[in-house]
T-cell receptor
Framework: DGGITQSPKYLFRKEGQNVTLSCEQN?????MYWYRQDPGQGLRLIYY???????QKGDIAEGYSVSREKKESFPLTVTSAQKNPTAFYLC??????????????FGDGTRLSIL | AQKITQTQPGMFVQEKEAVTLDCTYD???????LFWYKQPSSGEMIFLIY??????QNATEGRYSLNFQKARKSANLVISASQLGDSAMYFC?????????????FGKGTHLIIQP
């Protein structure tokens, strides 16, 4: 079955530590996205990528970094500069970012907490 | 700037009744898409239904339909014959190509609880 796989499901970070969240898709989608969700809130866009080796900042990119070396993979690193990283992180993909009616398909999310 | 407003933080509905979840939006783009997603307690986001700004008819997908009123900038989700499994968070989202950073703009969601 095609889909988006996020790992790990739960992640704990120590102060001053960088952690990387994995996102892999086998839908052959060009565009991939990272969102952050805080309790009682909607999703906010962190980074997005339209194509391999290209990515753009979203609304809340500070303290995060990404890479897109392969079409299937879009890992997110939460750096020590992110002072409030506790949240639920969702990865998504869509066939073509230029087409407005393309829905984004989401992974099951990673819940990040501070130790 | 794009904005989605969902004014109902929570709703309780009896099983088998119809439910309307409100969504209003704001954008200056003439071309945009409106999406509804369901988020169960497990966390995944499930795509439900889409409405395009130029679509002449309201979208329908099984028990889900979208009451699209363009002049009022509203895109309410209607769930007919609600079921216990419909209990979840529901998010309205919008995508507009000229909105700056690509991606979906989400509302804060409505927590729907279906009671037996």
């Amino acid at each position: 079955d095609g889909g988006i796989t996020q790992s790990p499901k739960y992640l704990f970070r120590k102060e001053g530590q960088n952690v990387t969240l994995s996102c892999e898709q086998n839908l052959n989608h060009d565009a991939m996205y990272w969102y952050r969700q805080d309790p009682g809130q909607g999703l906010r866009l962190i980074y997005y990528s339209q194509i391999v080796n290209d990515f753009q900042k979203g609304d809340i990119a500070e303290g995060y970094s990404v890479s897109r070396e392969k079409k299937e993979s879009f890992p997110l690193t939460v750096t020590s500069a992110q002072k409030n990283p506790t949240a639920f992180y969702l990865c998504a993909s869509s066939m073509d970012r230029a087409i407005v009616n393309q829905p984004q398909h989401f992974g099951d999310g990673t819940r990040l907490s501070i130790l | 700037a794009q904005k989605i407003t969902q004014t109902q933080p929570g709703m309780f509905v009896q099983e088998k009744e119809a439910v309307t979840l409100d969504c209003t939006y704001d954008t200056s783009d003439p071309s945009y898409g409106l999406f509804w997603y369901k988020q169960p307690s497990s966390g995944e986001m499930i795509f439900l239904i889409y409405q395009g700004s130029y679509d002449q008819q309201n979208a329908t997908e099984g028990r889900y339909s979208l009451n699209f009123q363009k002049a009022r900038k509203s895109a309410n989700l209607v769930i007919s014959a609600s079921q216990l499994g419909d209990s979840a968070m529901y998010f309205c989202a919008m995508r507009a190509p000229g909105g700056g950073a690509d991606g979906l703009t989400f509302g804060k969601g409505t927590h729907l609880i279906i009671q037996p």
